[in-house]
């Protein structure tokens, strides 16, 4: 069983919701990411939180709005998607934030579709 | 800038074959770690090896062996005898440690494997 949990594993919202994906993990990693990936593509990096602030955001779009409330818990906010945001999302950690010590843990993901 | 390349997009092989996934990879940095994930169609990327920059060593693990050449810039995974379970998307990635504030995955293309009784 993965270690980085994610919840839900499915969702599916119109384009005038607001919803949230949450991801939690209990390893004490300091370092939580973001990634989106799409049917049949590699992972890509939306965010990283290091030591609970934000220190990468890939120019991702306001829409997503992401929250690391402590250093177990991050958040990813969703409003106004479109249905081209339909992804899976996953949620990594890791030890720390750089230097590359360490692999990234991943959760399963939370399948997003939008309408 | 850091690059991540599998070329093979789809392999299948019968089951008790061998298999090598290839993966080049780019970076002008010095320090650099690679790695190789394992995504089942349940959607998890599984962690299955890290390789530092400074180290040249194969490395095997049961079914599972590894070919780092640096002189290269590859990183080839080999399954050998393999099983219907090994079926998957297989991604190399390079984690480059000289940013500001945090690391970097970057993802190669993956190679999806399926392998068929």
């Known amino acids: 069983d993965t270690e980085v949990t994610q919840t839900p594993k499915h969702l599916v919202m119109g384009m005038t919701n607001k919803k949230s994906l949450k991801c939690e993990q209990h390893?004490?990693?300091?370092?939580m990411y973001w990634y989106k990936q799409k049917a049949k593509k590699p992972p890509e990096l939306m965010f990283v939180y290091s030591y609970e602030k934000l220190s990468i955001n890939e120019s991702v779009p306001s829409r997503f709005s992401p929250e690391c409330p402590n250093s177990s818990l991050l958040n990813l906010h969703l409003h106004a998607l479109q249905p081209e945001d339909s992804a899976l999302y996953l949620c990594?950690?890791?030890?720390?934030?750089?230097?590359?010590?360490?692999?990234?843990?991943f959760g399963e993901g939370s399948r997003l579709t939008v309408l | 800038a850091q690059k991540v390349t599998q070329a093979q997009t789809e392999i299948s092989v019968v089951e008790k074959e061998d298999v090598t996934l290839d993966c080049v990879y780019e970076?002008?940095?010095?320090?650099?770690?690679l790695f190789w994930y394992k995504q089942p169609p349940s959607g998890e990327l599984v962690f299955l090896i890290r390789?530092?920059?400074?180290?040249?060593q194969n490395e095997i693990s049961g079914r599972y062996s590894w070919n780092f050449q640096k002189s290269t810039s590859s990183f080839n995974f080999t399954i050998t005898a393999s099983q219907v379970v090994d079926s998957a998307v297989y991604f190399c990635a390079l984690l480059y440690a000289d940013t500001g504030t945090a690391s970097k995955l970057t993802f190669g293309t993956g190679t999806r494997l399926q392998v068929t009784l």
């Open positions: 390789r530092n920059s400074f180290d040249e």
């Open positions: 990594a950690s890791s030890h720390h934030p750089r230097g590359g010590t360490g692999e990234l843990f």
């Open positions: 390893m004490g990693h300091r370092a």
């Open positions: 970076t002008r940095d010095t320090t650099y770690y």
